[in-house]
């Protein structure tokens, strides 16, 4: 079974250019999240989804990142434009109806120089 | 607001040796518990979970029982393996249409042969 697809897996860009990262959740999940992971705060949430419906973005940094989903097996995290500081590992994780568990991808890399 | 804490790392044991990671929450009613599993460049995944209060958790030799009166939810293997080598995370969600996941701060474990 496939599970949660993230692309790219690493992405290295230049200050000032845009990032958008894809993830595919596990079909039949109804809830997606997007995380950010460094070694200086940890895992943070960033935004999670129900139904393609953002619930909460209170957890994203500034008004350079967004994010999206336009139908249930498709989201993406942009940042426009990045900065070194945006550096980090960001995870797509979904979870099925009702459920507690989420499924993680395996992550993008990024690093913006 | 909901928070979880962690034991700091790192830990680093000998194989075989007995581990105990701590881990207690702060919560407002009953949530349910969680332990994920970080390997080396992988994604978060889930180790065993507890839904209510006395529940034991176990998966691959670990075990975790929620313990409603100490606010608790301490990782626990009895004889640990290099390949148990990762970041393990403590987290609690509460049901209901969000099923937000809170995370611990991860503790990094290192188990030398």
């Known amino acids: 079974d496939a599970g949660v697809i993230q692309s790219p897996r690493h992405e290295v860009t230049e200050m000032g250019q845009e990032v958008t990262l894809r993830c595919k959740p596990i079909?039949?999940?109804?809830?997606l999240f997007w995380y950010r992971q460094t070694m200086m705060r940890g895992l943070e949430l960033l935004i999670y989804f129900n139904n393609n419906v953002p619930i909460d973005d209170s957890g994203m940094p500034e008004d350079r990142f967004s994010a999206k989903m336009p139908n249930a097996s498709f989201s993406t995290l942009k940042i426009q434009p990045s900065e070194p500081r945006d550096s980090a590992v960001y995870f797509c994780?979904?979870?099925?109806?009702?459920?507690?568990?989420?499924?993680f991808g395996p992550g993008t890399r990024l690093t913006v120089l | 607001g909901d928070s979880v804490t962690q034991m700091e790392g790192p830990v680093t044991l000998s194989e075989e040796a007995f581990l105990t990671i701590n881990c207690t929450y702060t919560a407002t009613g009953y949530p349910s518990l969680f332990w994920y599993v970080q390997y080396p460049g992988e994604g978060l995944q889930l180790l065993l979970k507890a839904t209510k209060a006395d529940d034991k958790g176990s998966n691959k030799g670990f075990e975790a029982t929620y313990r409603k009166e100490t606010t608790s939810f301490h990782l626990e293997k009895g004889s640990v393996q290099v390949s148990d080598s990762a970041v393990y995370f403590c987290a609690l969600s509460f049901s209901g249409s969000a099923r937000q996941l809170t995370f611990g701060s991860g503790t990094q474990l290192t188990v030398l042969p």
């Open positions: 994780a979904s979870s099925f109806p009702g459920e507690n568990e989420q499924f």
């Open positions: 079909s039949g999940h109804n809830s």
